[in-house]
Every structure is written in C-alpha cells, then in structure tokens.
Nanobody, 123 residues
Framework: QVQVVESGGGLVQAGGSLRLSCTVS????????MAWFRQAPGKEREFVAA????????YYADSVKGRFTISRHNAKNTVYLQMNSLKPEDTAAYYC????????????????WGQGTQVTVSS
C-alpha cells in the first residue's frame, strides 16, 4: 500500500519562508513523478509544482514561479517544496501527489495523494 505523508506546514508572516516535505512509502520512490497542489477554502485544487521521477525536469504555476522550488531526494523517498517570499494568497492546504505514468504533470490526474498540510500566511 502506497502512503503519501506531508509535513512542514504552519503559520508564517508575509515575506517569510517555509519548506514542505513529502515522504512516499510502499513502492520504489524513484519510479514516481511527484507534484504539489494546493486548495484554498471555496476554491478548486490547483497545481503548484511538479518534478519528473529523474529530477531532471520541473514545472511551476505562474503564480509561484521564482518563489517556490521543488526538489527530490530519491534515497530519502522525499520530495520538497521550498517556499520563499510567501504572500497571503499562498494560504491553502498543500497536497503532495504521486504518479508512475508519463504525460502532463500539471493536472490532478495522480494515483496517490497525501492528507494535506496547512500553510497560512499572515499579512
């Protein structure tokens, strides 16, 4: 059984930083393409960032480009999301997702999801 577990959320002031972590267990982590999504109250879940299983390609939503960085450590079965220059509009529950198929990584078509970690940015 594959398990996806996020951590690292919290409350931060605007302009601050947070690093989210996501650990995947149950199968070979290096076989998964990984992504972060977020969902604010009353809004649809939206793509934030993704990374191919090799780590060679990364993708970002325009709203976070230049501020967020996705990375992975395959030996630790972990993917990270470094979030800098946070804004109040970044407030949301952040979800980690995994899939072992190819294709576009920016849609919600993922096989496994975590429970989410809350990020709150105060102004």
């Amino acid at each position: 059984q594959v398990q996806v577990v996020e951590s690292g959320g919290g409350l931060v002031q605007a302009g601050g930083s947070l690093r989210l972590s996501c650990t995947v267990s149950g199968r070979t982590f290096s076989s998964y393409n990984m992504a972060w999504f977020r969902q604010a109250p009353g809004k649809e879940r939206e793509f934030v960032a993704a990374i191919r299983r090799s780590g060679g390609s990364t993708y970002y939503a325009d709203s976070v480009k230049g501020r967020f960085t996705i990375s992975r450590h395959n030996a630790k079965n972990t993917v990270y999301l470094q979030m800098n220059s946070l804004k109040p509009e970044d407030t949301a529950a952040y979800y980690c997702a995994a899939r072992n198929t190819l294709g576009v990584l920016t849609t919600t078509n993922y096989d496994y999801w975590g429970q989410g970690t809350q990020v709150t940015v105060s102004s």
